[in-house]
């Protein structure tokens, strides 16, 4: 049900307009003055907001500024009992979407706020369609309750600036969420720019960030920038904010607060306008109080948060994403799933969730016969036990102090320094100390069980293990992540 606020001073006619649009079918939330108005409204409640003009405390013209601050998005009717061309006119340029003059009757303020919420309707629509075409919004498949009130939840916010921050497992679709809710936005026209923190160089990320000047550092032969800047008008997706290191945090908090961005080899900030969506796969609380996360920027980006459910919890949105995905690959377009393979996909934990779903088809598409699916060549599941993926630890920390999730059987892998030539040029084929039993080894547990073995040899330090491993530093998290790792 539609949901409005009504404010005027006059309580007749508030409560004779409420009658009027309660019988229509509307909710009617009611103030008595402006100020009242302005604490009451809710951005995520409320479609429509009418408002009288002369009121005490607060005039209607601060009301209408005040909402428009708020959530651009929400249209505000405008009422008056003194008729007045300037004043409709002054009105419109701030933003009114209508204005009705007193006395009015009953059908007239039905026809006013239906037409303003059927053109509010019209330009959602166009807005989520120009955008689909930019190919910015992409589908969130469901079918279960749980990810419709999430989807409904951004949809709210999206009329909003609010800052958004996006809770849950890797692989669970806060980046299509947060596509959702700029192509709903009033922001739809701007800029859709994403950053995955983890993936920056811990002495790049200001430059990456805020920008640079040529020459601004060694290496800087050109200008860049910055994401913040690129985001101008439009929105900012920060992926595992958790993992930004301490001193980009404090400036990221800067920028937050003044809307400006210090341009490195700039002596004058720059403004800024940018929406926030964040994404975390941690507990940013206890980020917060394991000191890795500041608690003044938890609260600046924690305006509203969205939890996304894990796959595991919704298993009821197995059979629709198995649908959508097998009608994306060209050869199993037209293949129906038999429901012994739904029912074992559905059965399944998928600690990598929706991304981890869609690798095992696309596995089972190429494997299978043509025309079938064949649920015995489904990759194996991870073993039973293996904690979900948590978040991965951020820069220059330790992995949580959780149980270890490694089977405690004896490791095929002989603890032994390997002898294996790491150069990569061409294999080395000399005997190596790696003992291969003759019944076969699981590729997925000896290479969880390698770094498990790694981490413990140095300390459980992320960054010392992958230049061991001579991976880089996200790769590594990634999978330490994948396979559920934790230190014992």
Known sequence: ?????????????????????????????????????VGRFNPDRHALVLSDVRMPKMDGMQVLDSIKKRSPGTPVIMITAFPDVSL???????????????PFSRDHLLLVAQRTLDRKRIEEENRTLRSQARGIERPIVFASEAMAKVVSMADRLAHSDSTVLLSGESGTGKELLARRIHARSTRSEGPFVALNCAAMPENLVEAELFGHEKGAFTGADKARPGRFRQAHQGTLFLDEISEL?????????????????????RDHPENVDVR???????????????????????????????????????????????????????????VEPEPDLLAELARRRWPGNVRELANALERLVVLSPPGTLDPTLLPPEAPAGTAEPNLPPGRNSTIDHQPSTIDHQPSTVDHRPSTIDHQPSTVDHRPSTI??????????????????????????????????????????????????????
Do not use: C
């Open 276 to 334: 926030i969506v964040a994404a975390t796969n941690r507990d940013l609380k206890a980020e917060v109080a394991s000191g890795r996360f500041r608690s003044d920027l938890y609260y600046r980006v924690n305006v509203v948060e969205i939890a996304i459910p894990p796959l595991r919890d919704r298993p009821g949105d197995v059979g629709a994403l198995v649908r959508h995905l097998l009608a994306q690959a060209p050869l199993a377009s037209d």
């Open 245 to 265: 290191p301490l001193p980009a945090q404090a400036k990221l908090l800067r920028v937050l607060q003044e809307g400006t961005v210090d341009v490195l080899g």
């Open 435 to 488: 003992v291969l039993p003759e019944e076969g080894v699981s590729l997925f547990d000896l290479e969880r069980d390698v770094i498990a073995m790694a981490l413990g040899k140095h300390g459980w330090n992320v960054s010392r293990t992958a230049a061991f491993l001579r991976v880089p530093r996200h790769i590594l998290t990634y999978r330490i992540a994948k396979y559920g790792i934790r230190r014992p």
């Open 1 to 37: 049900m539609t949901a409005v606020l009504f404010i005027d001073d006059d309580a007749t006619g508030r409560e004779t307009a409420a009658y009027t649009l309660r019988k229509a079918g509307y909710e009617v939330d009611l103030a008595a003055d402006g100020a009242e108005g």
């Open 88 to 102: 409709a006119v002054d009105a419109m340029k701030a933003g009114a979407a209508d204005f009705i003059s007193k």
